[in-house]
T-cell receptor, first 107, second 115 residues
């Protein structure tokens, strides 16, 4: 069993839809990152959270430490949100990466 | 947010040659940098942890003599792929942690193709 499981693996949405990507993990963590990887490969860190909920623009990330589960939500999705979203829990900054969720938002 | 610059963004080299990849923190001091590798349709995998002024810590299965890491200053770490082979073709990416917090800052990545 993988240490980090993301679902769904692939997600296609219409512009404007509300998106949820889930992440379950079995590793011990001090913080969990949500990352965005565009087709060219570059990675951007969206959130780092260790409890509760964070919001940045149309993006919301939540984490439940007891249940070892985190979710990333995108409100009013847009084609420019199309990318791979990666969940990465970590301890002492050593991250374990999920395989990612490929999101495609169609206009 | 802070900026990590990785260079080159892509490189093609011949089998048997060596390739150096640079990772620079542009506006903060990075006591620790991390090097990852990503094969197509696979997760990022940590190769090694680089601490300024000391030897890198390699993950199990990563050959330290093949993947030379140097972190000579608080703003620069380099990864040298020595005697490259086609199976070393991959996407290599670095990240840096500053001295103030544990936020992750990633470089743009380097796509290495060995022919």
């Amino acid at each position: 069993k993988n240490e980090v499981e993301q679902s769904p693996q692939n997600l296609t949405a219409q512009e404007g839809e509300f998106i949820t990507i889930n992440c379950s993990y079995s590793v011990g963590i001090s913080a969990l990152h949500w990352l965005q990887q565009h087709p060219g490969g570059g990675i951007v860190s969206l959130f780092m959270l260790s409890s509760g909920k964070k919001k940045h623009g149309r993006l919301i990330a939540t984490i439940n430490i007891q249940e070892k589960h985190s979710s990333l939500h995108i409100t009013a999705s847009h084609p420019r949100d199309s990318a791979v979203y990666i969940c990465a829990p970590g301890s002492n900054y050593k991250l374990t990466f999920g395989k990612g969720t490929l999101l495609t938002v169609n206009p | 947010g802070a900026v990590v610059s990785q260079h080159p963004s892509w490189v093609i080299c011949k089998s048997g040659t060596s390739v150096k990849i640079e990772c620079r923190s542009l506006d903060f001091q990075a006591t620790t940098m991390f090097w990852y590798r990503q094969f197509p349709k696979q997760s990022l995998m940590l190769m090694a942890t680089s601490n300024e002024g000391s030897k890198a810590t390699y993950e199990q299965g990563v050959e330290k003599d093949k993947f030379l890491i140097n972190h000579a200053s608080l703003t620069l770490s380099t990864l040298t792929v020595t005697s490259a082979h086609p199976e070393d073709s991959s996407f290599y990416i670095c990240s840096a942690r500053d001295t103030e917090n544990t936020e992750a800052f990633f470089g743009q990545g380097t796509r290495l193709t060995v022919v």
